[in-house]
């Protein structure tokens, strides 16, 4: 229940640099108290199948008593060139092979970052037929192989919970749901918990990031939101999102699975996650239904 899961991007600067492996990255969240692990597609090699290495994360995972809680897909589905819309549909649909050979229950996939040329101006309501075709025949895969699929609130075209919503009944599929990234709301200026209370009943995984908020650029530079604010990264518990009240809807609304942790911060990674590890299970403590 409420299972502690950290999501290898925790560590993206280091795996990309290649000061740490995959292998070692685990080995720490382990050590830091982390129960299971989230693996992304773009941290496999070139240099094996991906089902083979899906097999060896798996193994290296459970020699340190870890579990693969999700396996995140990237994508883009606001395509209206039927054969490239028709590579990506592919490519989910072979995701969904990966995931099952990871052990994930849960595979995370995105909808699209807005339309490109030639399709610039294409509305979100165009957007939503070609997404919501490509990822139901996606769903409907993972629910053969007993996987649920979660699209999250990523970027700032699908970035509103009112979005990922529409998506999420256009699709209609009892296994599809929300992943609740209960710090991405603010790309889009949108309050943590209203956001939150209004997917809850829908949650299928939770990233568990927060962040601090910037009415004008700090030192340093931050994100831009679509309102013209700045998010710098923080570490989970001790930046301006009301984590607390976030996590007491979600498991009001029923949810019981992994809390992944996304860290996006300008702090030392390991003291970052180790002390993020502390206040998820303080702030899990203190929930009324723990």
Known sequence: MLERSISLYCFNRLLDSGDITKKAAMRFAHSVGFQAVEMLDFYWEDTAPRLEQADALKEEAAAEALTISCYTASNDLAIFDKDKWQAV???????????????????????????KEPDEDKTFDECVEPIARGLKLVVRRAADRGIRVALENHGRFVGSSERVERIIEAVGEPNFGACIDIGNFLVVDEDPVEAVTRLAPAAVHVHVKDMYFFDQEPPGGGIRTTGGNFLVGAI???????VTTCL??????????????EFEGRENLFYAIARAS???SEVVRRLPLS
């Open 236 to 242: 989970f518990g001790e930046g301006d999102v009301d």
């Open 278 to 280: 502390e206040n998820i």
């Open 89 to 115: 549909v592919d490519r989910l649909l072979a995701d969904v092979d990966v995931a099952v050979r990871l052990g994930a229950p849960v595979m995370r996939v995105e909808s699209t970052f807005g339309p």
């Open 248 to 261: 007491d809807l979600i498991t009001k609304a029923g949810y019981t699975g992994a809390l992944s942790l």
